[in-house]
């Protein structure tokens, strides 16, 4: 299973871009990267998955270079309640099976400041 | 229902207690997965199911911990005697087969097990 690296921490003020980056130098070639935020109290919510190039949806974007060895976490114009912990995961996702197991790492805790 | 429900939300029990910890997951959700989350780390994995059968057990720390679902449905996590170093948030999660790649895996707020 591919071991990630992300950074413990970081701050950001509301209205900025906030851009997560994991390394993932180990990733195979049936991995996806997986993005999950959790907040205080609550299980981690899936934010967004995707394999190469770019992926949008309507809460963030993924940009994966073309040797998948990292990842970027894209939050446009972050607020107060995106403050959170941003967990990137990879691994082979079972597609057919969903038999994945999810392994976590400590995660990113995103401090939006007003 | 909407989504995937674990009680109780709060757990004390006293060291060599036996605890039960229930999951209901989405209907309809034929994996399921439990993880448990030490304060201030990621969720580390214990057990999968696929239906009723728990086909892997891999992440449980002792043979005090069980976890059975007998109809494929609702879940049950089991610790015997427990111990201090259990005390953790006990997270579940749930998804489809085949809509892993849309929406991952749905979670549970979990049960926060305190031993004292």
């Known amino acids: 299973l591919a071991k990630t690296t992300q950074p413990i921490s970081m701050d950001s003020y509301e209205g900025q871009e906030v851009n997560i980056t994991c390394s993932h130098n180990?990733?195979?070639?049936?991995?996806?990267i997986t993005w999950y935020q959790q907040f205080p109290s609550q299980g981690p919510r899936f934010i967004i998955q995707?394999?190469?190039t770019k992926v949008t949806n309507e809460v963030a974007s993924l940009f994966i270079p073309a040797d998948r060895k990292s990842s970027t976490l894209s939050l446009p114009r972050v607020s107060l309640s995106d403050t959170a912990v941003y967990y990137c995961l990879v691994g082979d996702i079972g597609r057919t099976s969903g038999t994945y197991k999810y392994i976590f790492g400590t995660g990113t805790r995103l401090k939006v400041l007003a | 229902g909407a989504g995937v429900s674990q009680s109780p939300r709060y757990k004390v029990a006293k060291r060599g207690q036996d605890v039960a910890l229930r999951c209901d997951p989405i209907s309809g959700h034929v994996s399921l997965f439990w993880y448990q989350q030490a304060l201030g780390q990621g969720p580390e994995f214990l057990t999968y199911?696929?239906?009723?059968?728990?086909?892997?057990k891999s992440g449980l720390p002792s043979d005090r911990f069980f976890a059975e679902r007998p109809e494929g449905s609702v879940s049950t996590l089991k610790i015997q005697r427990t111990q201090q170093e259990d005390s953790a948030v006990y997270l579940c999660?749930?998804?489809?087969?085949?809509?892993?790649?849309?929406?991952?895996?749905?979670f549970g707020s979990g049960t926060r097990l305190t031993v004292v």
């Open positions: 180990n990733i195979a070639t049936n991995d996806y």
């Open positions: 199911f696929q239906n009723e059968a728990q086909l892997d």
């Open positions: 995707g394999y190469k």
């Open positions: 999660a749930s998804s489809l087969v085949g809509t892993v790649q849309l929406y991952g895996y749905t």
